[in-house]
């Protein structure tokens, strides 16, 4: 069964430093989202991308979130300046026709801001 | 806020028991989806229910909205040890953004 897949798995970087977190959405899906989950807390979206442009995003995705989907297939979460609160988990999720809201979510990456 | 909270935050039950987890909102919603995730792991979608829908069905899950109180609630029946997870309810507005909005969660564990 296809799914959506995401690396790294887990990501350290000092604050201040740029990352980026990748994710391969499953093939036919022509809308994708990031959210991120703070530990114990509930799921917050950031942003969503339809026909290579942002479609929506949230008070959360400011100046120095960015992302991407270079070359077809990857889409990429770009944080410019981490800082300590950007330590979550950031889920990728995928959804194949808007009107069927299912949207398939990625293993996650754990980034840890130190 | 128009988020889903789940409850009870927690529920510990022994396999084969049912388990029930409520799910309440406060805006009217185009429809409520219910996810589970596993410790450390992404969320999987179980079920989605839309606005007009009473109850739904698949396998062991059941949902029900009741839109004039503006809940729902997932029943699980005979657990398994398997079933161990956190799950969600997302609502999503209607007439308005097609985000889901996550609650927080109700954490179960299933004895075996």
């Known amino acids: 069964e296809p799914e959506v897949t995401q690396t790294p798995s887990h990501q350290v970087t000092q604050m201040g430093q740029e990352v980026i977190l990748r994710c391969v959405p499953i093939?036919?899906?022509?809308?994708f989202y990031w959210y991120r989950q703070i530990l114990g807390q509930k799921v917050e979206f950031l942003v969503s991308?339809?026909?290579?442009?942002?479609?929506?995003k949230s008070e959360i995705f400011d100046d120095q979130f960015s992302v991407e989907r270079p070359d077809g297939s990857n889409f990429t979460l770009k944080i410019r300046s981490t800082k300590l609160e950007d330590s979550a988990m950031y889920f990728c999720?995928?959804?194949?026709?808007?009107?069927?809201?299912?949207?398939?979510f990625g293993p996650g990456t754990r980034l840890t801001v130190t | 806020s128009q988020q889903g909270e789940e409850d009870p935050q927690a529920l510990s039950i022994q396999e084969g028991e049912n388990a029930t987890m409520n799910c309440s909102y406060k805006t009217s919603i185009n429809n409520l989806q219910w996810y589970r995730q596993n410790s450390g792991r992404g969320l999987v979608h179980l079920i989605l229910i839309r606005s007009n829908e009473r109850e739904k069905h698949s396998g062991r899950l059941r949902v029900t909205l009741d839109t004039s109180k503006k809940s729902s609630s997932l029943l699980i029946t005979a657990s398994r040890a398997a079933d161990t997870a956190s799950y969600f309810c997302a609502t999503v507005v209607s007439g308005g953004s097609y985000i889901p909005t996550f609650g927080r969660g109700t954490s179960l564990i299933v004895h075996p």
């Open positions: 999720a995928s959804l194949r026709e808007f009107s069927s809201y299912e949207q398939y």
């Open positions: 991308f339809y026909n290579n442009e942002i479609s929506e």
């Open positions: 093939s036919n899906h022509l809308y």
